[in-house]
């Protein structure tokens, strides 16, 4: 089993539609729960970031971390052309030295239809 | 403007032809990393770096080097590139005691 699985789609969802983009994990060590967004040949970007479980909010993106079932959410609501991206959860222990590396999922192509 | 660079965007060489490439970033981040993007194995870290003159294995480290000799610059440098080693290539930094990674643009390497 890999340490963080992510349906890699493609989804495809019309304009104004709620997105929800998931990945679920193994090692119980990891704290730190990130959303990557990648656009076509650009590098990822940080999108949202949660620490231990909860709910973070930020404009139309809430992210959602369910520790006990080791289970990662992304939420788009209104969802817009422009978020067509691919998504990648990433997630790590910590973030001091080596603990802070990354582990990403394999990312979900998302697609929004005018 | 606060950013990692990476060169070449794009490189075609052939099979055991050594190459480098480059990575330099300007926000004086201790921490560095390399990673390649391939279709259905998402990123992969190759190797990192916590400060200069510390380097480390990622998870795919095989064929590859570093080096940090200086805080700003992490190249990559492939001595025999071989045809598996084809792939999309990111370098990323980030404050050694914050979460936040920097991603370059990429680098498309083709290896024939």
């Known amino acids: 089993q890999k340490e963080v699985e992510q349906d890699p789609g493609p989804l495809s969802v019309p304009e104004g539609a709620i997105v929800s983009l998931n990945c679920t994990y193994s090692n119980s060590a990891f704290q730190y729960f990130m959303w990557y967004r990648q656009y076509s040949r650009k590098g990822p970007e940080l999108l949202m970031y949660?620490?231990?479980?909860g709910n973070k909010e930020d404009g139309r993106f809430t992210a959602q971390v369910d520790k006990s079932s080791k289970y990662i959410s992304l939420f788009i609501r209104d969802s817009q052309p422009s978020d067509s991206a691919t998504y990648l959860c990433a997630m790590s222990a910590g973030y001091g030295g080596s603990q802070g590396n990354l582990i990403f999922g394999k990312g979900t192509k998302l697609s929004v239809k005018p | 403007e606060a950013q990692v660079t990476q060169n070449p965007r794009y490189l075609i060489t052939v099979t055991g032809k050594k190459l480098t490439v480059t990575c330099s970033q300007n926000?004086?981040?201790?921490?560095m990393s390399w990673y390649r993007q391939d279709p259905g194995l998402g990123l992969r870290q190759i190797y990192y770096s916590m400060n200069v003159e510390v380097t480390d294995k990622g998870d795919v480290p095989e064929g590859y080097k570093v080096s940090r000799k200086e805080k700003r610059n992490f190249p990559l440098i492939l001595e025999s590139p071989s045809p598996n080693q084809t792939s999309l290539y990111f370098c990323?930094?980030?404050?050694?005691?914050?979460?936040?990674?920097?991603f370059g643009p990429g680098t498309r390497l083709t290896v024939t």
């Open positions: 926000m004086n981040h201790e921490y």
């Open positions: 990323a930094s980030r404050p050694g005691h914050y979460y936040e990674q920097y």
């Open positions: 949660t620490y231990s479980s």
